[in-house]
């Protein structure tokens, strides 16, 4: 917004209330992050054995759920990783609106839904299960594909679509 847009609409005054509007900025900004590996061999994710090996760099040594997102093209390659929410030691609250704010100012075509089991187990709870059908329902709705929903563990991955629940 230049100054001369500000000025404008900071004039714009509720006589009624006699307060000044005010608007919030949205901005999506990217940071590189040094630790990770996002060499050749993870810009295009479009199997759930690519994906996974990205996302055990990121989850495995967690001391808490952690769930995230991982941010796709339509041809599959990487566009970022945004974490979603940060929990206890088994659960973390995920909301849909939060997962899809960040896909869609990525501008994703499809998303990778991913958390992991800080016990080691990475066998989906129900709570797991629902969750995934809730926001591929969403992502529908949306026009953002859910592709697979990752689960880490110890060194160990189970996913949604090999499985065949998604």
């Keep these: 917004m230049t100054p001369n847009e500000r000025a404008q609409f900071e004039a714009a005054v509720d006589r009624k209330e006699g307060r000044l509007l005010r608007v919030r900025e949205l901005r999506l900004e990217y940071r590189a992050r040094p630790d990770l590996d996002v060499s050749d061999a993870y810009r295009n994710l479009a199997t759930p054995q690519q994906a996974a090996g990205f996302l055990m760099q990121l989850l495995a040594d967690e001391a808490t759920e952690v769930f995230g997102i991982v941010c796709l093209s339509i041809t599959h390659d990487f566009i970022c990783w945004h974490e979603v929410a940060r929990g206890s030691l088994d659960q973390c609250h995920v909301h849909p609106r939060e997962v899809f704010k960040a896909a869609l ?46 689960i880490i563990g110890d060194q ?8 065949g629940r998604l």
């Design 156 to 163: 160990r991955y189970y996913s949604f679509k090999e499985g």
């Design 105 to 150: 100012l990525a501008n994703a075509a499809c998303i990778v839904l991913a958390h992991n089991h800080p016990s080691g187990h990475p066998i989906p709870s129900p709570d797991d299960e629902a969750l995934t059908r809730r926001l591929a329902a969403s992502g529908t709705l949306l026009g953002v594909d859910v592709m697979d929903h990752i």
